[in-house]
């Protein structure tokens, strides 16, 4: 049997302070038939410099310059266009895997003759990390898309995905998302997998208070104009306000419903307003009575907000 190529792709923006460790992580993998495929969002900094060095180094790595920033989900795509991989990995330039990472998802992915497999995490924060309390995932089984959370599932570095899967369903990243893009992406691809399974072998450590983040570098507004392109996606799916699939649309819906409660000066358009009550029509309510909790809540311990 032919051992499986994986194409790793991994994006980066003025990541000179981890880019090493990433891929030294990577190339510390026990599983030596990858492809690193970089892509450089038009640093400024010293990790181009950085990243040319790993190609030098290794044949196993490759290099993309974009000429202007173009953000994660194009540089995303570029290298999915490249990618030569039996499956495909996404790892940022922040984060690390496990030696053990890659072969225990591929040996599961074989077991389970899965084309999604879900894999352990860590919270890395200052000063220590944690494992992710991440949602049905407490041990090794087969899932079905109805038994994923998308709260806790959203993200695409946990996963390894069958190029298979990807190419029949021509996944590729919405390039108007610049936050939630993930959850789009695996939210459409997910529901088409013949076979998901978690595997709880090796981890993923993923820098979670990462100050850089785009998340935490905008604003409300630009976070909600976000949110409500995002929800409109989600939304055009014509399975999207049933379960299984509403899962994910009402998850969009609370972070809009959250961030227009806590700055009323951003308003919601009307077609927002009418997608969230289509969901339910007392989650502006509930989402509001819980928001006001734990105002007063933080009013009346201040040490602890």
């Known amino acids: 049997m032919n051992t499986p190529l994986v194409s790793i792709i991994i994006p980066f923006y003025n990541a000179a302070a981890t880019l090493a460790r990433t891929l030294e992580s990577i190339h510390a993998s026990t599983h030596r038939n990858y492809e690193v495929l970089l892509v450089d969002d038009a640093s400024t900094d010293e990790s181009p410099k950085i990243a ?22 194009f540089c995303r795509n570029r290298a999915l266009d490249l990618a030569r991989g039996d499956y495909v990995s996404f790892v940022d330039s922040d984060d690390w895997i496990s030696p053990d990472w890659i072969a225990n ?15 352990k995490s860590m919270q890395v924060l200052t000063g220590g990390a944690q494992e992710y309390p991440m949602k ?28 298979a899967l990807m190419e029949r369903e021509k996944a590729r990243f919405d390039t108007e998302i610049q936050i939630g893009e993930d959850l789009l992406f695996n939210y459409n691809l997910l529901q088409a997998a013949r076979g998901i399974f978690y595997s709880g072998s090796g981890y993923y450590f993923h820098q ?23 929800l409109a996606k989600l939304c055009a799916n014509p399975r999207a306000l049933t379960k299984p699939y509403s899962a994910a649309p009402r998850k969009v819906a609370r972070d809009i419903l959250r961030e227009h ?15 969230i009550k289509q969901l339910d029509r007392f989650l502006p309510a509930k989402t509001r009575a819980r928001h006001l ?9 201040p040490g602890k907000a």
């Open 52 to 73: 040319a060095a790993f190609v030098r180094e290794d044949a196993h790595v490759r290099l993309l310059t974009n000429e202007h920033n173009r953000h994660v989900s």
């Open 105 to 119: 998802l591929l040996t599961a992915a074989d077991e389970a003759d899965a084309e999604v497999v879900i894999g």
């Open 136 to 163: 049905g995932l407490s041990r090794r089984r087969a899932l079905t898309f109805g038994q994923l959370v998308f709260k806790d599932n959203c993200v695409v570095w946990n996963k390894l995905y069958s190029r």
């Open 208 to 230: 979670a208070d990462n100050e850089t983040s785009i998340i935490r570098a905008s604003t409300p507004a630009s976070r909600i104009e976000n949110y409500e392109k995002l």
């Open 261 to 275: 409660y806590r700055n009323p000066d951003c308003l919601l358009s009307e077609a927002t307003w009418e997608r």
């Open 293 to 301: 909790r734990q105002t007063v809540h933080r009013a009346l311990r």
